[in-house]
């Protein structure tokens, strides 16, 4: 995982939009990627012929197919800090540098998000926006129903 997020993070480097946002859009973008990948392999846990072929496989070595549960506890582990990771620059960093960074620094990224500058609640009520809000919602609800305290308290 550290290598694709350092792939991500290479890519997006060179990119416009690194003058204006910096090294939030980078994480962000990695974090993302890693997400994916994640995101995939939390499935797996549900795919037992697929599992069974991974047992005979060099990967059995590395990873903990026979120790569903706690395998599935650790991908979910690293899908909260990719979350934390990639909404968190996001809202917290890209978005106020975006919408504060002068004309000259704007111009080049600009192309992708319109002529004038985006205010905070524009980049927010974005198709991109949106359904990250709806994705982290229903994460926080998947997560919850997840945890131990739920389990006891039902």
């Known amino acids: 995982m550290a290598g694709l997020f ?3 993070f290479m890519q997006y480097r060179n ?7 910096g090294y939030c859009v980078t994480t962000a973008k ?15 846990q549900v795919c037992r012929n697929t599992i069974t072929w991974l047992r005979n496989t060099r990967a059995a070595r ?8 706690n395998f599935h506890k650790t991908i979910a582990a690293a899908i909260v800090v990719g979350i934390i990771l990639h909404a968190g620059n996001h809202v917290v960093c890209d978005f106020p540098r975006l919408i504060h960074s002068s004309n000259e620094k704007y111009a080049p990224p600009g192309q992708y998000f319109g002529e004038t500058k985006p ?3 524009t980049l ?3 198709v991109e926006g949106i359904t990250g809000v709806i994705m982290v919602i229903c994460m926080i609800i998947a997560f919850t129903l997840a945890t131990q305290l739920f389990y006891v308290s039902v």
């Open 124 to 126: 927010v009520k974005g």
């Open 119 to 121: 205010t905070y609640f």
């Open 6 to 8: 350092t792939w991500k």
């Open 62 to 69: 590395a990873l903990p197919f026979d120790d569903n549960i």
């Open 15 to 21: 990119r416009y939009v690194f003058n204006v946002m």
């Open 30 to 44: 990695g974090a993302a990627e890693t997400l994916k990948l994640n995101m995939a392999i939390i499935l797996l």
